[in-house]
Structures are given as structure tokens and as C-alpha cells.
């Protein structure tokens, strides 16, 4: 007996919105989040740094242990600077998360445009307009800045009183600057510009399509 096939089922249009709105909410709470993270993480950093600074300003000890007392500081300077490239790395995973809910969220504008091109006027923001994901005045570069700098300092304190431990009676300043120089430079750069030189790639939509076809 022939049993003729079962026409396809109408698709759920109220129930493609539901999801799509509820993808777009989610997506839209994910960069806000990120930002938030963002900042902190910064603040997180910038309290301990104080905080550990205002302890070691108000140590007091005998002399008879001031060798010691510098191989202490030469230990906690290191880690503070080590906590400064972390945090760095914090905000450029930070920046790459923000990047890639926004890029999430123009591929759902993107979708709804090729259905009702209308829709193209409300919307300001698209693939083309994503901000790059390292600019040199940007509030998240400024924040690295803000970070390796003080790392920098802590390398430089660092070698300062490693050589205040090694026996030096002078402190050598033109090495700790230059320690604490080479060491920004180097959080700035290898931490925070450089891996937010190589943005990811953007998720494919129409407007991608279209252009590569």
C-alpha cells in the first residue's frame, strides 16, 4: 500500500525569535561581563601592589638581619612583577572575550538583515565597524601601561636590593632603572601588543559571503 510521505513540519517562527533573543541577551551580558572583569582585575592588581608597598615601607628590623630582610624584598618584588604580566595577560584575554561577543552579535544582525534589509538602518554596528583588537590609546592599553609600569618598577626594586644583599653599599640606579625600563617594555609588548596583533578571525556571516563570493 502506498503510504504518501508526511508533508515537513511548518517551522516555528515565534520560537526562532525566543531563541534568538535569548542568544542575543546572553551574548550582550558576556561583553558587559568581560568589561567588568576587566576592570577588575586592573583594581585587583593595583590593591596588592599598595597594599604590599605600605607593609614594606613600615617594616622595621634590626641590622643584624638587613641581608635577609633584602633577599625578602628581592623575593617579593619578583612576584609582584610576575602578578603584573599576569594581569596583563588577564586583560588581553579580557579584550579577546569582549571582541568576541561583539563579533557574536553583529553575526545575529547580519542574519536578520539578509532576511529584512530594512533592518540594516537600526543598526550602527556591524562586522565592518569592530573595533580593532589593540589600539594604542585605548582605555584597555592604558591600563596594561598602567600595569607594566609598575611591574617594571618591582624588577627594578628587585635588582636593587639584590644588590643591596650581594654586599653593594650604593644602590645602582642607573641598572635598576634600566632593569625596570627593559622590563615594562617587555610586559607592554610581548603581554599585551603583541598577541592582540593577531585578532581573530571574524565568524562568517552574509556580509563575509558576499564578499568573498
Known sequence: MFIPPKA????DHDLARQVI???YAYIAQTAFQANEDRARAWQYFFVTFATLIAALLSTQVAAAIQQQLYLAFVVIFALLAALGLITVVQLV????????SVRAMNHIKAQLIAADPAL???????QDTVPPAFKWRSFGFLQA???????????????????LAAGRVVVPWALSLAA???????IIWLGYARPLQN???AAPGPETKAKSD
Open 180 to 186: 625596570a625600563g627593559v622590563a615594562a617594555l617587555g
Open 199 to 201: 585578532p581573530q578571525p
Open 93 to 100: 584575554r579580557l579584550r579577546q572575550a569582549w571582541l568576541g
Open 21 to 23: 533573543a535569548a542568544e
Open 8 to 11: 515537513p513540519a511548518e517551522p
Open 120 to 126: 540594516a538602518a537600526y543598526f550602527l554596528w556591524t
Open 145 to 163: 601601561l598602567s600595569v607594566a609600569l609598575l611591574s617594571g618598577l618591582a624588577v627594578g626594586a628587585a635588582v636593587a636590593f639584590g644588590a
